[in-house]
């Protein structure tokens, strides 16, 4: 089934992708050619592009029709691109959709200082909407993502981690930019306060299940399939929810099993191995699939204010395959 | 005389600055404890507040009375601390304003997110002045500031930077962001074109004379009133206007003995010596002593076309320091 969703979405927005792959390339508008093959390096390496979709469907959702809505959906994805290039750094991660982050490369200086002109392209493109409220949103984001990538690395490593933190961390980190993009949808299309909430918490809530999903992923998928390394949460000392439910369900003796693997940095694979079945015996793995599963439903009710259409299936869709992506 | 200056600048100054230091605490606005302190220790350490002290008496050269200029200078304050985060890392230097720099007491990580922090702070605030113009001029800045640092990135070391790459670099690097501080006290104020022209002509020279008396500080100061090592710059590989201007005059065997210096990570303080006197015996010291003079004058010059008054005063006093000072 999750095949046959892909293609139904894909079949639905393929035009749009392509526009938006044309306006990536065109709006970047780089001085140095360092600039443009460093961000072209990691924007153009395979990705979904489901942040700028998911402004394109919302404004379309809400009757825009200024001709517009390609070029400011780029504004999300520099953003998106933006915080890859940061927290790459951050997650001393060495694979990005399976190819080399870009500052193993070039190095983090390059790294770094890409990402800001990426992060200042967006808001050159935002402010062509010329509306402050837009800016207003992009610049939550930003607050938002970096305080939450702040968070994640000052409880690494840290069992005592709530699961209200983890909430709290990926939301910040992952659903506000989702939300963002849904909200900006509706903002330019001058949409009433009602449809505007409700697709922002269309986004939210599509945003906590990605993650939630993302981070099952990261302890079910294999490496070929996921294009970074499985495990790579936990090497970085990053307790998600499958691993924080297994450790609540845990008795003394899995607790001391789990709590020498997670703090070990050079775990074995039978150490691995060891964790992936307990957090399948706790059930970390099934409370996550829940708990996503919980707010998929939750975004696509968040849509029901909205008349059947073509679009708002498509989010519907999206929200499903949120879920049941491998990678 | 230039204490006298500095003091009477500071006297004329002296109640806005203590207004912009406790307007940039309360606009933090950090949820994580660690976000404010990583902010505060490069905030709070001594920082001259030259951007928005610019921002604040070109708003009131333009007449503006809307009551929220201490607000809205903190925009340039947070912006430029961005860039002091991402730069450090970029330039591995050790110490800032005579502290360690963020980085090396609390990771690369946390540093670029803090910076990541404070540029969505300056752009939160700029989005209060309901100006999508205000916006443009703050997303062009960021834009500049990273590829500015990328073209220094790349040419480090390169003997064949010429003059006008150099000026390209420190335009992009330092006076693009003057140059938007006095032209967003104008455009608060709702000033006439002309007027914003102006005061964006005495933003761009004055900080061109000022990286370029940066520049000069680094190899004429001494590292105690510097508040950071003499010599950095030719330790990064970085070449300035002195060096430049020293190479073009120099014969082939002093060409030859500075290609040694500036090539040698590990140069010593023998070697250092040796290439300052060069630098002053090949006119490197006093040619751009004399540029910097140009462009304080360029930029006391565009304030013209406003009348006397003593804000215009104090910005040509703010001009004069630039090159008289010594850290």
Redesign the interface.
Known sequence: MSNDLKQRIMSRVQEDVIAIEAALRKNLD???P??SDVAGHILFSGGKRLRPLLMVLSARLCGYDGGREIFFSTIFEYLHTATLL?DD??DGAGLRRGRAAAHSVWG???A???G??L???S??I???????DV??V??????N???G???Q??RKKNLDLTEAEYLEIIRRKTAVLMEGACRVGALISGAAKDRASALGAYGYHLGIAFQMADDLLDYTADTAVLGKAVGADLREGKLTLPVIRALSAAGERDRETMARIITDENFSVDDFNTLVRLLVSLGGIEDTKAEAEFHVTAAKTALSIFADSSDRSTLEDIADYALSRKH
């Open positions: 780089a001085h140095l360092i600039v940061h750094l951050v983090n200086e390059v770094v200082l890409v800001d002109f992060l200042a392209r808001l050159t935002a402010s062509e909407t010329g509306m402050t800016i207003k992009i610049a939550g984001i930003t607050e993502m970096s305080q990538e702040i968070h690395l000052t």
